[in-house]
């Protein structure tokens, strides 16, 4: 480090990089941008074949392992494995809880709450889900509208993230391993043989990963602030104006993301969620109040109730050939593909800020809590746009048919009292979560590639801002929203398996570290993973 010091940023940036793993990373990722720019009908074919497969004839795996993840960490908070420290016996959590909510809630899918606020469950109530079975647009399809914004935004879009970090920081705060997404195949190969092949292939699987499910959102949300700008000023910005607004977005959190996490992430974490109640208690007090709380409560219970039958609805008996039903593919499906794609770096960056944190304080955070927030979010929102269609304050289902579903949240706000100020509040609300996703999304990249590097350096990062930002303008020039959730169906398929072997890599460290059935004193230490490991393997008084 002393000698890359020295050589400067350049220098630094040359010593840390992991070859392998960056290289394959960005000449194929960089690859994917140039054929979009020269073959883009081709490649959306492409894309849209891959798809096609892995909604209709896997689509089930994806409803599965989802479950089974919930499942699994439902189980990780009620037992003895919770206690687990993330670290030494003597570590203590490096941010307090309120930051380390912040930064885990910011950086996590909250991009996608603000865009899809607004917007998802006008479009249930509109086109009802095969699952509910309602009338369009009756009594009945407003509350499951609700339902499954609740559903496809609730506890299995936080657990993903959790079953990710909850490894990596285990194995890199006890045993000193690298914070990588390789690290959770250890107890199979040992920390000390992280530089096999198949630990290669799942780090570049990451940087893909990350980069497909960032781009995503990177487009929506762009998208979105786009039709901001057209609403309210009436002028259309065009392809030029897209790329333009996309660049400046990557501007912006790579130069967030140079500050690090303690002063870039962590300040703006705050600022969001202190706007995200602003606007959520504003849009609550002057929308209609009354029907938020009875929708919302109603809908609620049906969520609760109807969970298990929910988390295995395929839609087969609404599909020709028996496949994955239209209806749960467009959107259920690829919901958990979307949130298995980006499990790499939300994961990792969980990890990253987790040191000296019990299993069940994590998992409770990222699950319990973050949903938590995000359902007074949804049924606000949801509720403020289904009543206003319901009286004619507003058309929202008209300005989605002209603008799409990132047009949803501009005349929801118009129809309240202070619509302008409550539209300027949204448009800073969606950039600055977008921001902080991508912030982690940049710094999860530079530790992929860097061989677990905790802080790696700026010129790594804005390497992958820069590809990140290419990658989003072009989907969206080139193939839209539908370009967009085909890319993270895709980049989100492998990680549904990795995710699984998280949970193995888990049960096997877990059970050895504090044995479910056995006494303590039987335990036995697990020479797989490190045999010069400094801390003994058997749990200490602190984990109780």
Known sequence: MANSESNGPIGRFTEELDLVVFTVGFVVSAAAVIAFVFRPEAMSGYMTNVNNFLWTDVGWWYLIAMFFLVAFVTFLIFSPWGNIKLGAKEDEPEFSFLAYFAMLYSAGIAAGIVFWGPAEAIFHYDSVSPFVGAEAQSAEAAVGAIQYTFFHWGLSAWTAYVVMALPIAYFAYRHDAP??????????????????????????????????????????????FLVGVEWMSGISVGDTGTILVITGLTVAFTLSVALGVE????????????????????????????????????????????????????????SIGGGVGAWVGGWTIFY?????????????????????????????????????????????????????????????????????EAGSGYPLFEALPLGGLLTVLFLVLVTTFLITSADSSTLALGMLTTGGTERPSTI?????????????????????????????????????????????????????????????????????????????????????
């Open 460 to 544: 790594n990062r804005v390497v992958w801002g820069f590809l990140i930002g290419s990658l989003a303008s072009l989907l969206m020039v080139t193939g839209g929203v539908d370009a967009l959730q085909q890319a993270a169906i895709i980049t989100g398929g492998p990680f549904s398996i990795i995710t699984v072997l998280a949970v193995a890599a888990m049960i096997v460290s877990f059970g050895d570290h504090r044995p479910l059935f056995l006494r303590e004193e039987d335990g036995v230490s697990l020479p797989s993973l490190r045999s010069e490991s400094s801390e003994p393997e058997t749990a200490d008084p602190s984990d109780d």
């Open 179 to 224: 914070l990588r997404i390789s690290t959770v195949i250890a107890p199979w190969i040992g920390i000390e043989n992280l530089d096999r092949p198949i630990a290669k292939l799942i780090d570049i699987l990451a940087v893909f990963a990350t980069i497909g499910g960032v781009a995503t959102t990177l487009g929506l949300v762009g998208r979105q």
């Open 263 to 318: 002063k870039g992430i962590r300040r703006i974490s705050y600022f969001n969620m202190v706007l995200f109640a602003i606007v959520t208690v504003a849009t609550f007090v002057l929308g209609p109040t009354t029907y938020i709380v009875s929708i919302g409560t109603e809908a609620l219970g049906a969520y609760i109730n109807d969970f298990i039958t929910m988390s295995f609805y395929t839609g087969a008996t609404e």
């Open 336 to 404: 958990w593909a979307w949130w298995f794609s980006w499990t790499p770096f939300v994961g990792l960056f969980i990890a990253r800020i987790s040191r000296g944190r019990t299993v069940r304080q994590v998992a409770v955070t990222g699950v319990i809590a973050s949903t938590g927030v995000t359902i007074p979010w949804f049924a606000t929102m949801g509720g403020t746009a289904i009543l206003l269609q319901e009286t004619g304050r507003a058309d929202i289902l008209a300005v989605v048919g002209e603008l799409g």
